[in-house]
Structure formats: structure tokens, C-alpha cells
Nanobody
């Protein structure tokens, strides 16, 4: 049974920090792990992604503020978010892809709300 369990969202003041976690289970041959977000009335967008060998990719809007990391032994991906801004408010979704015999499978978490407000 595939599960992506997210945690760490919440309400934080501007300038504050949050750390999101996403633990994957029931998925074999995980390759990429990442975080997307969707604000009300906007399309879902990539925030950050990390490959199995540690290569990372960030949205321009979060570079220098967010850091993605992963623990391959635990199949867990993290997103450390610092210097949060009101425009970071969104539902954050964990994304995992696995590759088996050349076929890519993609999985999504249920989403966790991040609200940045004073």
C-alpha cells in the first residue's frame, strides 16, 4: 500500500520558519522527491525537487530561503523553509516518482497547509 505522510505545516508569522516532512512507504525504486504548492486561484507549482543522488532544483522565488533534503534510508524528504513570506501561503504537496523498467510512476501526498500571516 502506497502512502505519503506529510507533516510540519501550520501558521507562522512573516520571517518565521517551518520544516515539512514527507515519509514514503510502499514505493520501490524511488528516484525523485519534491515539493509543490498551490495557492488559492493559482496553478500548482514546483517549489523544490531532489534526485536520488542529491541534485536539487528550486523555484526562483524560494532560492536562498528554502532547502530540500532527503534521507534515502527512510524514504523521507524534507523542506526547510526560512524567511517565510505571506506569498508562500499555500497547500504544499509532496511528490515522489519511482522508475521501474523504464516506466515512471508518480505519487502525491494529501497536502499540508502553510499559512504565513501576522
Amino acid at each position: 500500500q502506497v502512502q505519503l505522510v506529510e507533516s510540519g505545516g501550520g501558521l507562522v508569522q512573516p520571517g518565521g520558519s517551518l520544516r515539512l516532512s514527507c515519509a514514503a512507504s510502499g514505493i520501490f525504486s524511488i528516484y525523485g522527491m519534491g515539493w509543490y504548492r498551490q495557492a488559492p486561484g493559482k496553478q500548482r507549482e514546483l517549489v523544490a525537487a531532489i534526485t536520488k543522488d542529491g541534485s536539487t532544483n528550486y523555484a526562483d522565488s524560494v532560492k536562498g530561503r528554502f532547502t530540500i533534503s532527503r534521507d534515502n534510508a527512510k524514504n523521507t524528504v524534507y523542506l526547510q523553509m526560512n524567511s517565510l513570506k505571506p506569498e508562500d501561503t499555500a497547500v504544499y504537496y509532496c511528490n515522489v516518482d519511482s522508475r521501474t523498467k523504464g516506466v515512471k510512476y508518480e505519487y502525491w501526498g494529501q497536502g499540508t497547509q502553510v499559512t504565513v500571516s501576522s
